[in-house]
Structures are given as structure tokens and as C-alpha cells.
């Protein structure tokens, strides 16, 4: 039981962090280029509450990988919709990736602390320990949601930067798949060598990047958390 507690407390707040960042990104960026349906839907908040998914949430704690609940986005609002929704569909993924950098400075910084004399103070060995996990986690969770939402499937945001990109009649033929796209997501993971040759690689390669020598504490935390 207090190893199931001690995985909660590291998970949550990166988790609930990663997640409504990215959502609140959508509908800011929306907002910005004309469309004010998720600030009229108070979705432009930074209470996680408005923005879980119930499955997508338990997946995040179960399998390090989740959703949230979509910000809702009205395209005829937009300005310039076809361009306009290249940017909205970008904004999430670049919230993971600005988190996931600043989850790297503050391991690293940690990190840096740990050889000075402050290091070897008793309050800083109690809690630097928790802080650099939960630091690993936001560090791999926002790099995974970032590296993962710009697969170029709808509903994914690579879908709809892929068919704000494409001509008129290729973008409606992408965008037919979308009542499909969680199942051939699901496909892709699971049935093909997507992740193993593509995904893994590229997420474990900018984690690795973004957290330096502090890498090792990276693979420990996720080790820790799901066993692998």
C-alpha cells in the first residue's frame, strides 16, 4: 500500500500538470486566432477537474500514458481556419515540450545542488529525493504526450496539422478516418513496429538529451513506477 501511495504522489501532479497544460494551450491559442468557445465553456482553466478523461486519467497511472478531455474548438470562428488550426492543433504538443524543459532544468538543477553543501543537508536529502522523481516523470510523461500527439492520425494534433497542410480534397479524405482513429492508433501501438522502431526511440532519445547526466534518475523513477 505505501508503495502504491508513494507512486500516486510522485505521478499526480506532473500528470494533472502535462495534461491540462496541453488542453489549456488549444483553446488559448483558439482564443487567440478568433475562437472563444472553450473560455465560454470555462474550459480556459488550470483546474485539472474541468479537463479529465475518467479512462484516460487511471491510463496515465497505469500504463504512463493518457488523455484528457478535448478542449472544444469551433473552427468557423477561426480567422483563417485552415491555417489558424495548424497553430491550435501545434499549441498542445509545444506545452509538453515547454514543460518537459523546464522539467530537465530542474532536474538538472537538483541534481547540481546534490554536489554543493546544501546537498548534504538533512531537509534537502528528504525532499530532493521525491522532487527528482517527480521531475523524471514530467520530464519523460511531457516528452511521450509531445512526441505522441504529433503522430499525423486524427483526432490526433498530427492529424490536424496534417490536414491544415494538405490540399482541400486530400485533407477531407485524412479527415474521414477520424470515427477510426483511436483503433488504428491502437493498431499501430500494439500490432506494429511503430513505437519499437519509431516512437520509443525517438521519446527515449530527447529524454535522454534533455536530462543529461541526470538521465539515470529518469530510467530509475520510470522504473519505479511501472517496472520497466
Do not use: C
Not at 500538470?17 to 486566432?33: D, N, P, S
Not at 497511472?61 to 493518457?66: R, S
Not at 545542488?113 to 534537502?124: A, C, H, K, N
Not at 505522441?148 to 483526432?155: D, G
Request: glycine share 10%.
Amino acid at each position: 500500500m505505501e508503495t502504491i501511495i508513494s507512486k500516486i504522489a510522485i505521478m499526480l501532479v506532473p500528470a494533472l500538470l502535462a495534461i491540462t497544460m496541453h488542453e489549456v494551450a488549444h483553446g488559448y491559442v483558439a482564443e487567440r486566432f478568433g475562437d472563444p468557445t472553450a473560455r465560454l465553456l470555462g474550459r480556459l482553466t488550470l483546474n485539472p477537474l474541468r479537463h479529465l478523461d475518467p479512462i484516460g486519467t487511471i491510463a496515465i497511472f497505469i500504463f504512463g500514458f493518457g488523455w484528457a478531455r478535448p478542449v472544444p474548438v469551433n473552427a468557423g470562428n477561426l480567422r483563417r481556419p485552415k491555417r489558424d488550426m495548424i497553430w491550435v492543433a501545434l499549441a498542445g504538443p509545444t506545452a509538453n515540450l515547454l514543460l518537459a524543459i523546464f522539467s530537465a532544468l530542474l532536474l538538472r538543477g537538483l541534481g547540481l545542488l546534490e554536489t554543493t553543501s546544501v546537498g548534504r543537508m538533512d531537509l534537502f536529502l528528504t525532499i530532493a529525493k521525491p522532487l527528482r522523481m517527480m521531475a523524471g516523470f514530467s520530464l519523460y510523461i511531457n516528452v511521450l504526450l509531445g512526441v505522441f500527439n504529433l503522430v499525423p492520425l486524427p483526432p490526433l494534433d498530427g492529424g490536424r496539422i496534417l490536414t491544415g497542410i494538405l490540399p482541400e480534397k486530400q485533407a477531407k479524405m485524412v479527415n474521414r478516418l477520424e470515427p477510426f482513429g483511436f483503433i488504428l492508433i491502437l493498431f499501430l501501438v500494439f500490432f506494429t513496429d511503430l513505437w519499437s522502431l519509431v516512437l520509443g526511440p525517438l521519446i527515449n532519445g530527447l529524454v535522454i538529451m534533455f536530462a543529461g547526466s541526470q538521465a539515470g534518475l529518469v530510467k530509475q523513477a520510470i522504473t519505479f513506477l511501472f517496472g520497466h
